[in-house]
């Protein structure tokens, strides 16, 4: 019987506990919002200056180059070249075994 009523009390105890500290929390927001604020400066709305519609245009597609590819021929042969060297670093090498004789 003495276990259920300290569980009880405990229980109660702790409850209060709870309210009061949210009580105590409660109100110290309330005290910050009651407190006058420095007010935030607000910022002038300014006109955005008028667009040119050729530069906004040209902006949103420009002019592809067709010459672009006439020496894309060279790159594409120095990569196979360059492949071809590094091919021989990429063959792992035979296991090595030291201390044993080949």
């Not at 009390?9 to 919002?33: D, E, N, P």
């Not at 906004?56 to 597609?61: D, S």
């Not at 060297?85 to 201390?99: D, F, K, Q």
């Amino acid at each position: 019987m003495s276990l259920v009523l300290k569980a009880l009390v405990a229980f109660c105890v702790g409850g209060a506990a709870m309210f009061g500290l949210q009580k105590l929390w409660l109100s110290s927001i309330k005290q910050q919002l009651a407190l006058p604020r420095v007010t935030i400066p607000q910022m002038q709305m300014k006109p955005i200056p008028a667009v040119d519609p050729t530069q906004f245009r040209a902006a949103l597609y420009p002019k592809i180059d067709p010459k672009i590819g006439q020496d894309a021929w060279r790159g594409t042969l120095n990569r196979q070249i360059n492949q071809s060297i590094n091919a021989g670093r990429m063959v792992p090498l035979p296991p090595r075994h030291y201390g044993i004789p080949r």
